[in-house]
């Protein structure tokens, strides 16, 4: 199933189950206005009552080899300790956007930090994933190097005794 997002059409369902890791591509900078030759990317992580995991996703985020990010952290309305933790990082580090809503669900917090988004790209990231070193580098130049609109990467289970593999084909 398909959507548009700024313009363009892309997957929001892959065989039946919903895509976790996504980027599309808004309006590209032309090259000359870049500082250091990088496109911004805005991640975006929709948080709701995820204090048990989220601080490792906004580090997994925070500390890729690709300079050029804003994370947009959307507090869907939680009640534990999401928000502060979220407030925490957005006081600390200039590329982190921290925004509440009240608790209208994941999709609205997503079309929040779309709103709020001022990359060339956008990342979308679920606050319990996280993001291996080199994947938001890996996946623009694949966006670059294919002049592609959209790209899926895979990702991994990972269990207490075990990591799954989940490749997308």
Known sequence: RARR?????VIT???GFPCDVYIIIGDRKKDEEM???ERL?????PVYNAAEYVEGCIESIL????????????????????GEIC??????DARVVYRYQNNSGVSAARN????????????????????KPGTIRTMVHALEAE???????????????RVIPMAIE
């Open 41 to 45: 990317v805005s991640v975006a992580v």
């Open 13 to 15: 369902e892959c065989f």
């Open 147 to 161: 002049n592609a609109d959209l790209c899926i990467c895979g990702y991994e289970i990972v269990m207490k005794d």
């Open 63 to 82: 500390t890729q080899d690709y300079s050029e990010i804003e994370l947009i952290l959307i507090n869907d309305g939680s009640v534990d300790l999401s």
């Open 112 to 131: 929040h930090a779309l709103s709020v988004a001022t990359g060339d790209y956008i990342l979308f990231v679920d606050s319990d994933d996280q993001l």
């Open 5 to 9: 997002i700024l313009g363009k059409e």
């Open 35 to 37: 500082s250091n030759g």
């Open 87 to 92: 407030e925490k990082y957005a006081a600390k």
